[in-house]
């Protein structure tokens, strides 16, 4: 069966020409499945019964499935998401945050069942990797954050047009770029006018610096874009963030300022998360200032959040200050994440799920001594 959930408007119209039908019903389904939320062929009554006949037959419209659903004492709200091996059957599972602000609404989106990039301090990464998620398992969290949060809020009381998830973050478990055919059509339905309607400078997406993929990303579908830099220098990203090994610092910051050309921001977003003792001196910042010198952008200081076994420690909050007024006093716009969902692991860096691990990287962590 053919689940449409994997499919975006242009595809969906490859579809229905592919049966005899015409183009435009693809933007109909598009606007049952994902601004109305029905996925019951059966109730689609402006498409003929005939074809939702056929549709019925032929395809499907199948969520993954929800195991667990909390709720954290300041409001973040997290959903287990069961994602079965695809060869094996065997289960794995992905989370989904969703964190609630006055002004904004943000969903915080998985793109793969853990992670191969293995960066030391994230605890996804220490559960290592299965596999990429389909366009179908990558928009339906969206797709069950979004059913969840307005069934609660009250479907009826909700003013029209109004969204409870305003943003995204492709910031969840796993690499994006690294899943990127996916990731992009995912993207591409959350921009859909007949679907979700985001802006893109409402869709952000972090990577830890897969230089080619991120030019390609600029032309295919340039939303705002947030790198994961965490280190001043080739020398301890080497560690921290392993990829840097491939792509160097010198290479991520041209890229960043190629992908300044077509982006839906005059900046990028440069997340650093601070560790007590490895990255956090006055050095580092000074460091850190010499870097970013010809890379318009903002800083995002990211409390760590620690996990079972992770050999590090969050940074003095004093140091921490340090750090941000150095870079302030230089002119930047720096901010100081605020830890959210923490009680119900869902903060920055937390997110793990359940990964049957193919990588074997779970048992090749790099002990914190190497770091020092």
């Known amino acids: 069966m053919i689940n449409l959930l994997n499919y975006n408007q242009p595809q969906l119209a490859d579809y229905f020409a592919s049966i005899g039908e015409k183009p435009f019903r693809a933007k109909q389904l598009m606007r049952w499945m994902h601004h109305f939320g029905v996925h019951d062929f059966a109730q689609m009554t402006d498409i003929a019964k005939s074809l939702r006949e056929k549709l019925t037959a032929d395809t499907e419209i199948t969520l993954p499935n929800v195991q667990l659903e909390q709720v954290s004492n300041d409001g973040t709200?997290?959903?287990?998401?069961?994602?079965?091996?695809?060869?094996?059957?065997?289960?794995?599972?992905?989370?989904?945050?969703?964190?609630?602000?006055?002004?904004?609404?943000?969903?915080?989106?998985s793109s793969q069942v853990g992670c191969a990039l293995a960066c030391t301090f994230c605890s996804t990464g220490a559960q290592g990797f299965n596999r990429n998620?389909?366009?179908?398992?990558?928009?339906?969290?969206?797709?069950?954050?979004?059913?969840s949060l307005r069934q609660e809020a009250g479907y009826d009381l909700l003013p029209a047009g109004e969204r409870i998830i305003s943003n995204v973050v492709m910031m969840g478990m796993g690499e994006p770029l690294a899943n990127y055919d996916n990731v992009v059509t995912s993207m591409h339905i959350m921009l859909d006018d007949s679907a979700y309607g985001l802006s893109r400078r409402r869709v952000t997406l972090s990577t830890s610096g897969i230089v080619p993929a991120m030019d390609k990303l600029k032309d295919d579908c340039p939303v705002a874009l947030a790198v994961s830099l965490h280190a001043p220098n080739d020398a301890l990203r080497d560690i921290l963030v392993p990829i840097n090994k491939k792509?160097?610092?010198?290479?991520?910051?041209?890229?960043?300022?190629?992908y300044l050309e077509k982006a839906?921001?005059?900046?990028?977003?440069?997340?650093?998360?601070?560790?007590?003792?490895?990255?956090?001196?006055?050095?580092?910042?000074?460091?850190?200032?010499a870097l970013i010198k010809h890379v318009p952008c903002k800083l995002n200081l990211i409390p760590f959040n620690p996990f079972p076994n992770s050999g590090y420690e969050t940074s003095k909050s004093s140091h921490i200050r340090v750090f941000r007024d150095i870079l302030m006093q230089a002119g930047y716009v720096v901010t100081v994440r605020k830890t959210r969902g923490d009680d119900i692991d869902a903060a920055c860096g937390q997110l793990a799920g359940k990964v049957l691990d193919k990588t074997k990287r779970s048992s090749k962590r790099i002990p914190i001594e190497a770091v020092a």
């Open 247 to 258: 792509y160097p610092l010198k290479e991520l910051m041209a890229a960043c300022n190629r």
């Open 77 to 109: 709200r997290k959903w287990l998401i069961g994602t079965d091996d695809i060869k094996t059957g065997a289960a794995s599972s992905i989370e989904t945050v969703f964190i609630p602000e006055d002004d904004r609404g943000t969903l915080c989106i």
């Open 264 to 289: 839906p921001r005059d900046f990028v977003t440069f997340e650093y998360v601070m560790l007590d003792g490895v990255n956090d001196t006055v050095e580092h910042a000074h460091e850190l200032l």
């Open 133 to 147: 998620l389909s366009v179908a398992e990558i928009i339906g969290q969206m797709v069950i954050a979004n059913q």
